[in-house]
């Protein structure tokens, strides 16, 4: 398995700093997942968008987790499903 670097907001890439900025003021932290793909900027914004998308659905917030978790374990998540 490869080994990521997980970025911190000094050490990513400068396009990928304000969505880092977003999740530490939204989450208290920059989780662990979006340090990683803060190596491709394109990604962390594509998966920042989805996440807002899937967050405005009519989806009460028990069926939210049940969702996350469901493709979490599917992917083996090991960011994720401690993270819920």
Not at 3 to 28: D, M, R, V, Y
Not at 38 to 67: C, I, N, R, W
């Amino acid at each position: 398995m490869a080994n990521f670097q997980i970025h911190t907001i000094e050490t990513a890439p400068e396009a990928a700093k304000p969505a880092l900025e977003a999740s530490l003021k939204a989450n208290g932290r920059i989780p662990g997942l979006h340090g990683t793909m803060a190596e491709a900027p394109g990604l962390l914004a594509a998966y920042s968008f989805a996440h807002q998308q899937f967050m405005a659905t009519s989806f009460t917030d028990e069926e939210k987790t049940v969702v996350w978790q469901a493709v979490n374990v599917e992917n083996a998540c090991h960011y994720c499903v401690p993270a819920h």
